[in-house]
C-alpha cells in the first residue's frame, strides 16, 4: 500500500478505506510529503462528507486530526481546503457566512451586525473576531478614502477593534489596522495612544520594508517610516503632549533605520524642543537649518533651541528669521512676537 492507492480509493468514494490506509501509511512514514498529502486530502473529503450529513461533531473531529499535521507551507491548496472546511464546521459557521455574503454584497454595516452577532453568541472564537477585524479594516479603508472621512465613525471603529484580543499579534492584519489609523491620523483625538496601545513591539519585518509595486521602478514609504511621519504631525498639531516621552523614545530607536529620510532627524529634534531637551533638540536641527538658511522658519526654530540656554543667541537667530526675503507675512508676525520677548527679557524693551 503507498499513497497512490489512498489517493485512488479516495477517487473512487472509498473513504473509509481511504482513510484507514492513510493513517496506517501516516504511522510509518510521517514525514514523506505524499504520505502528508494522502492524509490530508482524505481527511479532508471525509469532513466535506460529514458537513453534507449534518454530522458536526464528526467533521470538527476530522479536522483537528487534519489541523494537526504538518501540512508542508508550499502547499497552499491543501493549507486553504483545510482552512475552508474548518469555516464551515464551526460553531458560528452559519450566522458568519450570512456576514461574508453581505459584506461580498459591499453591505458593511449589515455585515458588522452579523459578525458582531456572532462575537456576542460565541465569545471565545478567535475565528469571529478576525473575521469581524478583516470588516472594520474593510469599511475603514473606504470611510478614510471618501471625500469627507467620518472621523467619529473611524474613531469609533477603531474602538471597537481594541476590544478584539483573539485577533492575531504580530500579524499582517494586526499592522493592516494600524496603516488605517495612520491614514486616519489627523482625525483622531488621540492617536499616539492608538499606537501605544497596538504596541510597537508587534511591527514585524515587512512594516520596516518600502513598497514597490510590481512592475513599477519607483518604491513608496513602507508602514513604520509613515508612522514616524503621522507622529509628527501629531507632535506639531499638539494634540499628543501626554504621550512625547514615549514618542521620543521610538524615533531614538528607528529614526537612524532610515538614513534616506533626511527630515526625520529634524523630526526628532522638534520632538525634544517641546520636552525643553534644547541641546539635544540642537544636535538634530542644525544640519536642516545649514540647507535652508535662507528661510525664516529654520532660524525661529534653531533660536527655540537658545531660548534657556543662550538668550543672545535665540535674538540673533530671530534677528536672522526676519532678514529672510520672500517670507509669508502672516508668519512673520510670530517671529516678531518672539523678536520682542525675547527683547523685553533681555531688558531691551520696557515691559
Known sequence: MDSREVFAMRKEGRLEEALEAARELFRENPADPWVVKALGWTLWSCAKEALGKGDIPAAQNLIA????INVPEDD???LRARESVARQAAPEAGIMEKARDMSKEGKRAEAMELYREA???FPGSAKAQTEAAWEMARALGEMISGETPPAAAIEMMLDEYKLLNLVERPG???SLMLARAVRAAELLHDFA???KWWGIENLTV??????KPEGSDRAFPGLVERLIKALYGCVKKGSCAAHLDWIAGFFKENIPKFPGQEWF???YGKVLVEMRRLAEARDLILPVIRRKKTDAWAWHVLAGTYEIEDPGKQLACLAQALLCKGQDGKYLVGVRRDFAEAMKAM?????
Do not use: I, K, T, W
Request: negative net charge.
Open 193 to 195: 495612544g492608538f499606537v
Open 172 to 174: 499582517r492584519l494586526h
Open 76 to 78: 497552499g491548496v491543501l
Open 265 to 267: 532627524p529634524y523630526y
Open 119 to 121: 462575537m456576542r453568541q
Open 347 to 351: 531688558g531691551n524693551l520696557p515691559a
Open 206 to 211: 515587512e512594516d520596516f520594508e518600502q513598497y
Open 65 to 68: 486530526e487534519l489541523s494537526a
